[in-house]
């Protein structure tokens, strides 16, 4: 299901890129490059408690053991969509695999490889599964990434490159006050 | 504060917003001694720009006193610095390439969708200019926030002037990488288009570079009148053919190096001109680029063209043939200014370049919507418009 890797029959492109729309539509995939060691990078984004420092819609991840953490993300009106997450596989410094547990309010999973790059730093490349959207799932989906899922994992992509090669989040919020306003 | 703020096609204001404070940790408050108005903000002023929104903060050349700093910031607070309008991380990919125009961190994260869909890329964040480019709060006003203080602002020694250092921060860089772009050898004729600001620094930094002869084109009698001080020929494009001049004196070869220091809003009855104007008020094209047109068809075989003139959208009638016949060179962007920083300052303060010639009004900062006015209708008049916000309305 996370073969990003794997091409399009005729060509090299990722299988995501495929202008066959029937396809692979739950699927998206979105690349960064990071300058910085990939043992590095991994390492933040091993800490699930870092993520939503750069991940715009998740409140809060509660790591729960080295496998599983809770997370919740924000909805309208104060309400919350909570689920468990649990690593399937994961290879030390190069990828990280989860899916989300039975019983949460969003079905997800996905798939983050971390590719060393020489000089140019990390690839970091994050394959999302989700439901299609329609049906009250989709909705869900859509609340989740708030835009289009594939335009929020590449501003969340971008938002963790800018936090590892500066150290903070670039903003135009001329003063404290209107930067809490824009976050919301 | 007080800040001029954006509104609309000739409307801007001077108007009283919330001040600037520290963000992130490497962000500094710079109290505003000094800023100018570029010909970029014209661009702005005639909304030819997209993605504006009114009541934004315009201004990117500026300099001023260090106020506030936030933990990770290296400047200190009393310290007087000029600021690049480029937003620069300086430890980005690019930024590590001395790119920094092209910085991957400038720009907020959710502002670089606009980039890559009319560009491909991201650039860096700049100030004051418009959402495309961060959003971010210009230096038009009594303060501004300036991220990534610790590599961007340039730290200026006691008892030097605002005047003589001011420019540092955009048009006096832009010129140089202009000529830098031009690969100058020695005996070199550079042709360069436009005497504002740009075109100036472009003519002086020629000749620090090597040209032999620099010949400068514009229709202001008292700008050609400064490139001639400065050891340029001259051609007024109103009272003679550029085309038929320069080959006469460049012995039929034409310029070795041409430069484009007018940009996407030339002026003249041409007819190319006038066709691009039509299209650019009815939104069927966006720039107008008789400059950069008649450039590429004067300059030799196998010679090289800098365009450090803005353009930022789409054009028609580009000479793409005449570029690719006559293998011809093409260097451009938006200038990598904190790579130049301190061999021009170290410049400036031996003298080596004139900056202090350039300026023609001092103002106030209430007064800015004068001067853009100013710069706008009077361009032979007024060569560069510097407003100051201690200065009082009365003087
Ligand atoms: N690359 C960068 O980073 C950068 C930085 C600053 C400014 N710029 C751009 O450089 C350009 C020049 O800036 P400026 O501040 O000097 O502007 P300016 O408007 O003061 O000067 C432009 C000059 O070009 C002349 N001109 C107009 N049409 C002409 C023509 N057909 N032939 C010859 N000359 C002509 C005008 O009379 C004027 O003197 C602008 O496009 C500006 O946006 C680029
Ligand atoms: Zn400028
Ligand atoms: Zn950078």
Redesign the interface.
Known sequence: MFQTEKSHPRDDAAVVTSKDTKGSRQLLASSV?I?RPASEVYAFFRDFAQLPQFMENIERIDVLDDKRSHWVVKGPADSRYEWDSRIIDEIEGQSLTWQSEDGGDVTNSGRVAFAEAGA??TVVTATIAYEPPGGILGKLVAKLFQREPS?QT???L??L??LL???????????????AEQEG | MRALTWHGKHDVRVETVDDPGIVNPRDAIIKVTSTAICGSDLHLYDHYIPTMQAGDILGHEFMGEVVEIGPKSTLKIGQRAVVPFTIACGSCYHCGKAQFSACDNGLPADNQDIAREAYGQPMSGLFGYSHMTGGYSGGQAEYVRVPFSDVGPIVIPEGIEDDKVLFLSDILPTGWMAAENCDIEPGDTVAVWGCGPVGLFAVQSAFLLGAERVIAIDHFPKRLELARRFGAETINFEESDTYEALMLMTGGIGPDAVIDAVGLEAHGLFVDNVVDQIKASTFLGTERTHAIRQAIIACRKGGRVSMPAVYGGFVDKFPLGALMEKGLTLRTGQTHVQKYLPALLAAVLEDKIDTTFLISHRLPLEDAAEGYKLFHDQQNEATKVVLKPGLSTAT
């Open positions: 490059t300058n140019r730093g335009i590449r501003r969340d971008r938002r490159k800018q090669e500066t150290g903070e989040i670039a903003t135009a919020a001329r003063n404290p006050a209107i930067f």
